[in-house]
């Protein structure tokens, strides 16, 4: 059983993208985070790689060679940076 509940998990997730992406995020305000929600920091880190992990999961080109790729991704990958 889940000790919290998925609505919070996600909100929680969300945080943490948002503050790894900004370049000016101050260090440890992933610690600061989980004082604040009351989470374990480890625990809100491997709920961030476990997000990570499910959007590689849904995106057959990532972590993958583009030599490895099908045509079909190949395509895909030129029509997405065409513009």
Sequence with gaps: MERWAKDQKEAVVKRP????SDPN???????????????PKTTIYIWNRELKDQI?????????????WSSEAKFQAVLATAT
């Design 56 to 68: 590689d999961r849904q995106d057959p080109t990532k972590r993958t060679p583009a030599s490895l």
């Design 17 to 20: 993208r948002e503050l790894l």
């Design 25 to 39: 995020a101050p260090r440890g305000a992933i610690v600061d985070l989980a004082k604040q929600v009351q989470i």
